[in-house]
């Protein structure tokens, strides 16, 4: 099944329970619009059920934003790893696939800054991995790099792992974000 037949089946379940259950007007329209296949609409509408604090529907969600992930969307692999993490929307926690979500997101095949963070995060708790606080820091430094509205919380993040690691350690680390400037995220 494509990624749009499957996220047009979920977009019409999400349709069927919402105009049932008296939800707003803006997000009907926002399913009408995601039903047609527009991924925006599909990933905006996911993730709204993610954020939702009243009858949150874990099902519905992961419809909308599991093929968006499996077709390397990282906005949606950032969103279900939150999801596991935190059971955001009613999704039942799971650490070990939050971290997964995590790593597609963050990693070599997205390089997405904000995922970037979390996977930073998780190797600085240990929370899906073992804990690596030099994994930590290279992850949380590429992410503090960029510029958007995690950045803030980047820097912090940089700089409480600055302050737990060891000069050795640290050298090693910066090495580890040079090396990966240098040849994982050079661009073609």
Same mark, same amino acid.
Request: charged share 20%; net charge negative.
């Given at each position: 099944?494509? *990624?749009?037949?499957?996220?047009?089946?979920?977009?019409? &379940?999400?349709?069927?329970?919402?105009?049932? &259950?008296?939800?707003?007007?803006?997000?009907?329209?926002?399913?009408?619009?995601?039903?047609?296949?527009?991924?925006?609409? *599909?990933?905006?509408?996911?993730?709204?059920?993610?954020?939702?604090?009243?009858?949150?529907?874990?099902?519905?969600?992961? &419809?909308? @934003?599991?093929?968006?992930?499996?077709?390397?969307?990282? =906005?949606?692999?950032?969103?279900?790893?939150?999801?596991?993490?935190?059971?955001?929307?009613? *999704?039942?926690? #799971?650490?070990?696939?939050?971290?997964?979500?995590?790593?597609?997101? %963050? %990693?070599?095949?997205?390089?997405?800054?904000?995922?970037?963070?979390?996977?930073? /995060?998780?190797?600085?708790?240990?929370?899906?991995? #073992? /804990?690596?606080?030099?994994?930590?820091?290279?992850?949380?430094?590429?992410? &503090?790099?960029?510029?958007?509205?995690?950045?803030?919380?980047?820097?912090? =993040?940089?700089?409480?792992?600055?302050? /737990? @690691?060891?000069?050795?350690? @640290?050298?090693?680390?910066?090495?580890?974000?040079?090396?990966?400037?240098? *040849?994982?995220?050079?661009?073609?």
């Amino acid at each position: 099944m494509s *990624i749009k037949t499957q996220c047009q089946c979920g977009v019409f &379940a999400g349709l069927m329970l919402f105009s049932m &259950a008296g939800v707003s007007s803006d997000f009907q329209q926002l399913m009408e619009k995601a039903g047609s296949g527009d991924q925006a609409a *599909i990933l905006e509408a996911g993730i709204s059920l993610l954020q939702r604090q009243e009858r949150p529907d874990s099902d519905q969600a992961e &419809a909308l @934003l599991q093929p968006l992930a499996d077709n390397g969307n990282t =906005q949606a692999q950032l969103w279900l790893g939150r999801a596991y993490r935190d059971g955001l929307g009613g *999704i039942g926690k #799971d650490i070990n696939r939050s971290f997964r979500y995590f790593e597609l997101a %963050g %990693g070599r095949e997205g390089m997405n800054p904000e995922a970037q963070m979390e996977l930073g /995060r998780a190797y600085m708790n240990g929370e899906g991995t #073992d /804990r690596n606080l030099i994994a930590a820091y290279m992850w949380t430094a590429l992410s &503090a790099e960029q510029q958007g509205s995690w950045t803030s919380k980047a820097i912090k =993040q940089r700089k409480a792992l600055q302050d /737990r @690691l060891t000069s050795a350690q @640290l050298e090693k680390a910066k090495e580890l974000v040079e090396q990966l400037h240098s *040849i994982y995220l050079k661009q073609p």
